[in-house]
């Protein structure tokens, strides 16, 4: 019982030590974003800066026309399309669309450029686009859909599959937020596509059927046409998405000054006074990114690392430089001195000569069990050889290769052996055939007679 009792306390200043004699970071606060689903990343860097259940499979309703558009701009760069080139919607482009679906009212047998297209399909998610260019890139529905999910495969999406290019719900139609981000920031590549999904409004010339029309933003952040009370000063784009079974979702992108971020909410619902959460979670999550981060100089390219010479007269040192002074985006309250971990990833000892700018190795910053940047380290200078010590160092090296071991080995063997025998087995057999001829004879004098 006793012993117990020991056991207990000790357990118990373990837990109490677990607590409170670990250093820890200091933590930033979350934001505790109210979606199924949520990432924001810093688009510069690709840093991660918060995530929620950011690769569980999730319904993107009509954020799948960022993919379509991918597929679309990147037929363009082949030469397969051009954005002035005309479309004619048909029938079966037009065929499994519901009735409520969103709609440019485009109609079978209009006449639309690809540009113009992509404008319907980003602006106002005209469901019917996504059809008419997916035959116009692959001919067929079914065709531009396998199309999508080898592109997806292709950028790394691990939860993703389509079976349409509207986002109409399907049950096998999903992704995650961050295949989002990853189909997301390969069209941002795309000038074209910043264009038209950061446009507030667009006007559609008259065409061959239909008359000029005006198309509105889906996207409160950058447009009050449809919303009032969501404008985000610096938001752009991207695009929305909403069904009954995947709610709320919006991809998102806004810059303030010289840094620029990423979000994904998906699965956002309403609040009690009737906001989209899309929204309002997305402008929370932005200002919690650019208000709790902020870019920090982790290395400079005036620090110096020794490493030791060797083959060289001249010095038994050289130092070596960060490659440029290098910034990682991080959270504003940890402490440069006491929380960035520096790892250097340099040789005991380098071979002269040396040329100032050769990489002698890397250094690695890292925070919170993150890489954040590494780097080259480089000779800040010359180092000269001497010619003796390389000689000398080529014998040696030589000397010390495996296979030149094993020789001298077999050589000193073989020169023993043969010793051995010059000296031992040799002289007994000159001796023994000394010895065989003088007592094995026979006189073979005359004879005398009788």
Known sequence: MKIRRILSVFLLCVLLWGLFGIPRAYALDDPDIQAKAALLVDADSGLLLYGKDERSVQYPASITKVMVALL????????????????????????DLTADSSTADIKVGEVLTVEQLLYCMLVVSANETGNILAEAVDGSKEAFVEHMNRRAAELGCENTHFVNTSGLHNPSHYTSARDIYLFTREAMKHEAFLTICGSKSYTVPATNIS????????????????????????????????????????????????????????????????????????????????????????????????????????????????????QAILPKDLDPETDLIYTLDLPESVEAPISAGDVLGHITVSYNGHDYATVPLLAISDVSASGFLVGKNAVLSFFSLTYVKVGLILLVIAVALFLFWWHTVRPRRRYGRNRRRSGGGSYRGRGRRR
């Open 72 to 95: 679309v701009l990147e037929a363009v760069d082949r030469g397969e399309l051009r954005m002035d080139q005309p479309i004619t919607a048909t029938a079966t482009a037009l065929a």
């Open 211 to 326: 008359p000029e029309r005006e198309l509105h933003s889906t996207n409160g952040l950058i447009s009050n046409w449809r919303y009032l009370g969501y404008l985000y000063d610096g938001a752009f784009g991207i695009k929305t998405g909403t069904t009954e079974e995947a709610g709320k979702c919006l991809v998102a992108g806004a810059r303030r000054g010289d840094r620029t971020l990423i979000s994904v909410i998906l699965g956002a619902g309403s609040s009690e006074d009737g906001k989209n959460m899309s929204f309002t979670e997305t402008s929370r999550l932005f200002d919690w990114g650019f208000d709790s981060f902020a870019p920090l100089t982790v290395l400079r390219a005036e620090q110096l690392y020794g490493v030791s010479v060797t083959l060289s007269k001249e010095t038994d040192t050289v130092m070596a430089h960060p490659e440029k002074d290098t």
